[in-house]
């Protein structure tokens, strides 16, 4: 079983859209949990950090449950910019090291 | 301010030649890490330096080396290149203290025949 895992997509949704990302982490000594965003081949870019008491960024929220292991990003108002692919990121090995979900692909529409 | 540089950005290699891959970083930042990203299986980690003078395995380390030269420097060697090895491969530094952001560098894109 991987260790952060998402569900690859591809989403699809209209532009304007409320989109939801889960991910799921197995594990329990994770210490810090983020969200980044790949465009197509590009490197990978810091959306936002996950707190436990949930954070707000513009149209980005992002939420963490402890008890389930498990988080969320949710995307209001979708933009055709919004289309890229969105790594869940749990921090690991005592503050060193980052694991990557797979990624999940939101493609944005007109 | 460059953020994290990878040299080259593509490179085309027979089964068996060697090479290294190159990053610099410019933020002052401790930690220093190799990802590779193949399609379906996300980014893993190969090797990475928590600080200056150490090294670690991460998740697939088998078939490199890796040499962190001084801060700013961390080298990704492939001693004997294979087809498995065909790759996106990027480097990220990280302050070691405080928000935990990893900078990527553009990656490099391998093939090997």
């Known amino acids: 079983r991987k260790e952060v895992e998402q569900d690859p997509g591809p989403f699809n949704v209209p532009e304007g859209a409320t989109v939801a990302f889960n991910c799921t982490y197995s594990n329990s000594a994770s210490q810090s949990f983020f969200w980044y965003r790949q465009d197509c081949r590009k490197e990978p870019k810091l959306l936002m950090s996950?707190?436990?008491s949930g954070n707000e960024d513009g149209r980005f929220t992002a939420q963490l449950n402890r008890a389930s292991q498990y988080i969320s990003l949710l995307i209001r108002d979708s933009k055709l910019s919004d289309s890229a692919t969105y790594l869940c990121?749990?921090?690991?090995?005592?503050?060193?090291?980052?694991?990557f979900g797979t990624g999940t692909q939101l493609k944005v529409e007109l | 301010n460059a953020g994290v540089t990878q040299t080259p950005k593509f490179q085309v290699l027979k089964t068996g030649q060697s090479m290294t891959l190159q990053c610099a970083q410019d933020?002052?930042?401790?930690?220093m890490y190799w990802y590779r990203q193949d399609p379906g299986m996300g980014l893993r980690l190969i090797y990475y330096s928590a600080s200056e003078g150490t090294t670690d395995k991460g998740e697939v380390p088998n078939g490199y080396n890796v040499s962190r030269l001084n801060k700013r420097e961390f080298s990704l060697r492939l001693e004997s290149a294979a087809p498995s090895q065909t790759s996106v491969y990027f480097c990220?530094?990280?302050?070691?203290?405080?928000?935990?952001?990893?900078?990527f560098g553009p990656g490099t894109r391998l093939t090997v025949l």
């Open positions: 996950v707190y436990s």
């Open positions: 990121v749990a921090l690991t090995g005592g503050g060193n090291k980052l694991t």
């Open positions: 933020m002052n930042h401790n930690s």
């Open positions: 990220a530094s990280m302050t070691g203290t405080g928000t935990n952001e990893q900078f």
